[in-house]
């Protein structure tokens, strides 16, 4: 069985940072992508970043290119998204994800795998 638990959410000023963390277990043989999206009420699921598992390799939506940095350490089975420079427009639920397969995609609905996420608040 597949969990992912998500860690790290609060409040902050704008431009402060945070750190989420999203600690996985029992992924598939064949997983090898995982990614951050965030959500807001009435809003559609946006594709955050999302790195693969082998090589490291990274995708970052447009909003938070520059600004948020996604890592992961398979030996701790942890993956993480530093926020710097958080704007009010990033307040969202965030949510940890993985999916089946050996390619990567910021794509809600490429993902198999879900969090229940952590709330982040950005205040003006």
């Known amino acids: 069985q597949v969990q992912l638990v998500e860690s790290g959410g609060g409040s902050v000023p704008a431009g402060g940072s945070l750190t989420l963390s999203c600690v996985v277990s029992?992924?598939?043989?064949?997983?090898?992508?995982m990614g951050w999206f965030r959500q807001t009420p009435g809003k559609e699921r946006e594709g955050v970043a999302s790195?693969?598992?082998?090589?490291?390799?990274?995708i970052y939506g447009d909003s938070v290119e520059g600004r948020f940095t996604i890592s992961r350490d398979t030996s701790e089975n942890t993956m993480w998204l530093q926020m710097d420079s958080l704007k009010p427009e990033d307040t969202a639920m965030y949510y940890c994800?993985?999916?089946?397969?050996?390619?990567?995609?910021?794509?809600?609905?490429?993902?198999?795998?879900w969090g229940q996420g952590t709330q982040v608040i950005v205040s003006s």
């Open positions: 994800a993985a999916r089946s397969g050996w390619s990567c995609s910021t794509r809600p609905r490429d993902f198999n795998f």
């Open positions: 029992g992924l598939p043989w064949n997983s090898n992508c």
């Open positions: 790195i693969m598992l082998s090589t490291g390799g990274t």
